[in-house]
C-alpha cells in the first residue's frame, strides 16, 4: 500500500485503536494475559509494539515547569514506569519501584524505617540481606533479631516496642522453609508494623503475599522475573491502599540512586511476557528432579515443598498455586571430597550463583550464598557443607534427571 494512502497523525495523538486505557482494562484478566501485556500498550508517539528503550539520562522540558511526564531517568523513565506498572499489576499491588539490584531493592525498603528501629527477620533469609541488616545495625542504628519465623507465635513474642518492620522470605534460600503469611499478616497488623514479602523463589504467578495481607512484596527481579541470567535488578511493590509507602519507596529510589537502568527494565519486561510460561515449566521439571532425588540411595534428604513429606507440603497447598523450581538436597557422604565429585560431575547444571533462569544452576550454600555468615550461624540453621541447591531450569526434563543419576553414581 502506497504511504500517502495512510493518515499520518502527529506523534503522541491520543486514544487511537483504543491504545490509551488498555493497561486499566487488564484487572480482571488472566495472569497469561497480563504477563503479556502488563506495561505493554503501544508506545502513544509512534505505536511500537515493543516497549521502547527510552536510553536517555535527561528529558527536554516543554516549558518552564512543564515537563511530558519526565525530568531526569534518575527519578523515572517511561521504560521503568511500564516495569514497575506490569510487576504492581501482577502482584495486585498499587505500583512499585523498581531498582538496580535486589539488594539495592531491600536497601530502600529498610530506609523507610527510622533510626533505632526494630527488625524481625528469618534466621534463614538469603545472605545478603542478612548482611545488609547487619551493616545497618552496625552503622544506620537498626535493630535486628535473626529467629526462625516458621512459628508465628516466636515471632509475636519477639516484637519489641520499637519494631517496625517484620521482613519475610518464603520459601527459605536454601533450605525451602515456608512461612504462614497469612498468620504474620495478623501478627503484623494488630501492631501497626510492616509485613515486607521477599517472593523472589515463587514469582506472582506461583504466590501472591499482597492477597494474604502483606503491606510490601518484594523482589530479586533478576531471578524469574527477568528468568534469562541477563540482567541484575530489584523490585518493591506496594499494597492496594498503601500509596503513602509507594510514594516514599518513590522518593527513596530517586534520592538514593538506586532506580534501575532502562535498558534493564526493557529486558526484565520482555521476560515477563514468558514467566506465566516458564514458571510452570520450571516446577514440572522441578517435581521430577525432587522425586527422582528422593528415591536415591545416595540422597539423604531433599528439601522440596512439593514433596508430600516436606513438613509444610500442606502450608504450600494452601498458600502457593504452585511448588516452584528451587530445591535443595543432602548427600548421605557429605564429605568436600563427596560434594566436589558431585558438583564437578554434572553438565546441565552449571556450578554458579543465582537462580531462575532458563537454565540449570547448582550451587553450595556453604561456600558461596551463605559464605557471609558464620559457620556457626550455618550449622545452627542447617546449612551444612554437604547441602547442595538446584535451580531447575526448563532444559528437557529425561536429560537433567540423567544428568544427576551419573554425577550422583560418578
Ligand atoms: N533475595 C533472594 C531470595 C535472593 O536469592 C537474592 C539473590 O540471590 C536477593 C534477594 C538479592 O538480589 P540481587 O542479587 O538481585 O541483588
Known amino acids: 500500500m502506497a504511504s500517502n494512502e495512510f493518515t499520518i ?17 487488564l484487572a480482571g484478566t488472566g495472569l497469561g494475559t497480563q504477563c ?45 514506569a511500564r516495569l514497575e506498572e506490569a510487576i504492581a499489576l501482577l502482584e495486585g499491588g498499587c505500583g512499585a519501584i523498581c531498582t538496580s539490584s535486589g539488594m539495592s531493592a531491600v536497601l530502600a525498603v529498610i530506609s523507610l524505617l527510622e533510626h533505632g528501629s526494630h527488625v524481625l527477620c528469618p534466621m534463614d533469609c538469603y545472605g ?3 548482611r545488609t541488616l547487619e551493616h545497618a545495625r552496625r552503622v544506620h542504628g537498626l535493630e535486628t533479631t535473626f529467629l526462625d519465623m516458621t512459628d508465628p507465635e516466636a515471632v509475636r513474642a519477639a516484637i519489641q516496642p520499637n519494631t517496625r518492620l517484620i521482613w519475610a522470605e518464603t520459601p527459605s534460600n536454601p533450605l525451602l522453609r515456608l512461612l ?7 501478627v503484623a497488623q494488630r501492631q501497626d508494623i510492616l509485613l515486607a514479602v521477599d517472593n523472589t ?55 538514593l540512586g538506586t532506580s534501575q537502568s532502562p535498558h534493564d527494565c526493557a529486558l526484565v519486561l520482555r521476560g515477563l511476557k514468558t514467566l506465566h510460561l516458564r514458571m510452570r515449566a520450571h516446577e514440572s521439571n522441578a517435581r ?6 528422593a528415591a536415591h540411595p545416595a540422597v539423604a534428604k531433599v528439601n522440596y515443598p512439593g514433596l508430600p513429606g516436606h513438613p509444610q507440603h500442606a502450608l504450600a497447598l494452601r498458600q502457593q498455586t504452585g511448588f516452584g523450581a528451587m530445591l535443595s538436597f543432602e548427600l548421605k ?24 533462569g532458563v537454565e540449570s544452576l547448582v550451587a553450595q550454600p556453604a561456600s558461596m550464598s551463605h559464605a557471609s555468615m558464620t559457620a556457626e550461624m550455618r550449622e545452627r540453621i542447617g546449612i551444612r557443607d554437604g547441602l547442595i541447591r538446584l535451580s531447575v531450569g526448563i532444559e528437557d526434563q529425561a536429560d537433567l534427571i540423567e544428568d544427576l543419576r551419573q554425577a550422583l553414581e560418578s
Open 333 to 356: 557422604d557429605g564429605s568436600p571430597a563427596s560434594v566436589r565429585k558431585v558438583l564437578r560431575a554434572l553438565r546441565w547444571f552449571t556450578l554458579a550463583e543465582s537462580l531462575g
Open 128 to 130: 545478603g540481606t542478612f
Open 288 to 293: 521430577a528432579l525432587a522425586g527422582f532425588l
Open 36 to 80: 503479556v501485556h502488563g506495561g505493554a500498550a503501544p508506545d502513544p508517539a509512534y505505536g511500537a509494539v515493543a516497549a521502547p528503550i527510552y536510553e536517555t539520562s535527561t528529558f527536554a522540558l516543554l516549558d518552564i515547569c512543564t515537563s511530558a511526564g519526565f525530568e531526569y531517568t534518575r527519578s523515572g523513565n517511561p521504560t521503568r
Open 180 to 186: 504462614d503469611l497469612a498468620a504474620l499478616a495478623r
Open 201 to 255: 523463589f515463587l514469582s506472582p504467578v506461583l504466590q501472591r503475599p499482597l492477597d494474604w495481607g502483606a503491606d510490601l512484596v518484594f523482589h530479586s527481579t533478576t531471578k524469574y522475573l527477568n528468568g534469562h541470567s541477563d540482567v541484575v535488578g530489584g523490585a518493591v511493590v506496594a499494597a492496594q491502599g498503601r500509596r503513602d509507602l509507594l510514594q516514599r519507596l518513590a522518593t527513596l529510589n530517586m534520592s
Open 9 to 25: 497523525l502527529a506523534p503522541g495523538s491520543p486514544g487511537v485503536m483504543g491504545w490509551a486505557g488498555r493497561s486499566g482494562q
